[in-house]
Nanobody, 130 residues
Framework: EVRLAESGGGLVQAGGSLRLSCAASGITFDPYVIGWFRQARGKKREGVSFISSLDGSTYYTDSVEGRFTMSSAISSDNTKITVYLQMNTLKPEDTAVYYC???????????????????WGRGTQVTVSS
């Protein structure tokens, strides 16, 4: 069973930083893609950044390119994957619930559409004050 659990959200002033973590277990398939998504109040969920298992490459949406950095670490027994999202120079428009999602395909196939991702965490709130 795939399980994803986000942590690290909070309240920060504009220009500040936060690091989100997503603890993933049960990902026994390869390739896979893990993405960070966010959903602001009243808006659709959108893809923010993605990391592919094929080559470790990352993808960022234009609005966060250069400010957010995604990375991952795999446990020594290969049973857990932790995916991080370092968010710098935060803006009020970054305020949202941030989710991690996973799919058993490569990023090239799954893409950025949240509807293509069957596995989800419960999310963590990020609030950026002006």
């Amino acid at each position: 069973e795939v399980r994803l659990a986000e942590s690290g959200g909070g309240l920060v002033q504009a220009g500040g930083s936060l690091r989100l973590s997503c603890a993933a277990s049960g990902i026994t398939f390869d390739p896979y893609v893990i993405g960070w998504f966010r959903q602001a109040r009243g808006k659709k969920r959108e893809g923010v950044s993605f990391i592919s298992s094929l080559d470790g490459s990352t993808y960022y949406t234009d609005s966060v390119e250069g400010r957010f950095t995604m990375s991952s670490a795999i446990s020594s027994d290969n049973t857990k994957i932790t995916v991080y999202l370092q968010m710098n120079t935060l803006k009020p428009e970054d305020t949202a619930v941030y989710y991690c999602g996973a799919d058993s395909r490569s990023f090239d196939v799954a893409g950025t559409d949240p509807d293509e991702y069957p596995f989800w965490g419960r999310g963590t709130q990020v609030t950026v004050s002006s």
